[in-house]
């Protein structure tokens, strides 16, 4: 439950050690590629993520040398750095280093902790000054990881499935879960799958995977209306996370994410929500958040994007709506701001809340 | 209150098969399972929660559906089994997850 099983969990060691190790390096490698025509931090994923794949059909029994076999075969596939830019080949080298050393005493359930606490932390700050009492009393509520697994490889389904492939979701969170092997029941439970293909990408994204669990699914009022939880709630989240780290630079603070953190949503995530052709839904609220956020942008109004976000997360619905009631109006709005973006925007000056909005609209 | 000793959580990987999505499985599953219950006279189990079908929340980039359905009661788990899955078969590519047990922990 809280575990894994010994050989799943030395891949997930090595995987968490060096990809945490790389995550630290990050800024130092981007310096000494950035004037590189020949070399990118793209291809330094690459071949982190190809020594990855090298080491999935590796048993080794103990983490220690597991670690050590990484590290062989991933100096083996960046060596040729040290000729092209001698400086980045030296910061991986630092990597290695530090990977080695901490082998020892790595915990991957410390290290998914931290970023889980990351992603909760920045998530209570988004709704920090929420006025809806329905959102404020659940920002006490902290979910626990469980790394489901059941023998097969990751929690029954296919060890081979890319965690970005056809499986199931890399994170998810559940109001319920029940330890198939303890006979447990649990509740409150973020689930942490550990897939075989384990990349740079799945890493990097985790803070944003667990912010988005909190603010689309734990935080707020939850009625399956994908379009705002799995869509609207998406881009706020990314708004916010690059409108509190600018904030926090300026404020001379440390952002808890790097650059690469900050924008893996935009560059892998995104790309992949849109291309999925199976499930268009996230990928269209998270495209009528980003318009609406692009119209009222500037604009004196009540009915602001943030406080339509804010209402949305506490909706309860009245006597009378339908708990679809926030995908029947933000459908509305995609439509409209589709037509009609100047009538759409004289219909939510006026508004007072969603509800009038969306009267206005009728 | 129902009696929760033969409680038993059943959890069902759901793949779409064309012209079904990822989304459309998502916005239909819990009304065609109510249904298919109501159509068999055990819509009854849904009102007293004896049975409870959720959808997982994800991040949403998965291309399969996770239904957990908690059963409370022996009529809970047998409506599963023999109302709710085979009709959810009929439709669509379901995967029980099944039972195995841990045999030790990951710390080496």
């Known amino acids: 439950m809280d575990y894994l099983l010994t050989q799943l969990a030395v891949q997930y060691c090595v995987f968490t050690l060096g990809c945490r190790k790389l995550t630290e390096r990050l800024p130092h490698l981007t310096a000494t590629l950035s004037a590189d025509t020949r070399l990118s931090v793209k291809d330094c994923y690459r071949d982190f993520d190809a020594a990855l794949a090298d080491f999935k059909r590796c048993v080794e029994p103990k983490r220690a040398d597991a670690v050590r076999r990484f590290v062989e075969g991933w100096r083996g596939r960046t060596q040729y750095y040290e000729k092209i830019n001698r400086p980045a080949w030296m910061v991986l080298e630092e990597v290695a280093e530090g990977t080695l050393q901490a082998a020892e005493n790595w915990d991957y359930r410390a290290d998914i902790e931290d970023w889980h606490q990351a992603g909760r932390s920045l998530a209570h700050q988004y709704f920090a000054a929420t006025p809806y009492p329905e959102i404020s009393r659940k920002l006490t509520r902290c979910a626990r990881i469980v790394y489901p697994y059941d023998g097969l490889g990751s929690d029954g389904y296919k060890p081979d499935q890319n965690p970005f492939g056809k499986g199931p979701s890399p994170v998810a969170y559940r109001e319920t879960y029940q330890d198939l092997s303890a006979q447990e029941s649990l509740e409150n439970i973020i689930l942490v799958r550990c897939f075989w293909d384990k990349n740079m990408a799945l890493y990097l994204g985790y803070p944003f995977m667990f912010l988005h669990e909190y603010t689309a699914h734990i935080f707020v009022n939850d009625y399956q209306n994908d379009i705002f939880n799995d869509g609207w709630m998406l881009f706020a989240a990314a708004q916010f996370l690059q409108r509190q780290a600018i904030e926090e630079r300026r404020a001379g603070k440390k952002f808890p994410l790097n650059p690469a953190q900050l924008n893996i949503f935009e560059n892998e995530f995104l790309p992949q929500m849109k291309a999925n052709d199976t499930n268009n839904i996230p990928a269209k609220g998270y495209a009528i958040a980003s318009e609406i956020y692009a119209l009222l942008k500037g604009e004196n109004v009540h009915l602001t994007f943030e406080n339509i976000t804010q209402e949305l997360a506490a909706f309860v619905p009245q006597a009378g709506e339908p708990k679809q009631w926030p995908t029947r109006f933000l459908n509305k709005l995609g439509e409209r701001i589709e037509i009609e973006a100047e009538r759409l925007l004289a219909n939510i000056r006026p508004a007072t809340d969603i509800r009038d909005l969306y009267s206005r609209l009728a | ?108």
């Open chain 2, 1 to 108: 209150m129902a009696d929760t000793t033969n409680q038993e959580i059943i959890e069902l990987a759901i793949r779409p098969i064309p012209p079904d999505t990822v989304a459309s499985i998502k916005e239909e599953i819990l009304s065609e399972i109510e249904a298919v219950l109501k159509e068999k006279g055990q819509e009854k189990l849904l009102v007293g929660e004896d049975l409870k079908p959720e959808v997982e929340k994800t991040f949403p980039i998965d291309q399969i559906v996770i239904l957990v359905i908690k059963a409370a009661t022996p009529i809970a788990v047998w409506a599963v089994n023999e109302i709710v899955i085979p009709k959810l078969r009929e439709k669509y590519g379901v995967d029980r997850k099944k039972r195995s047990d841990r045999d030790e922990s990951g710390d080496s």
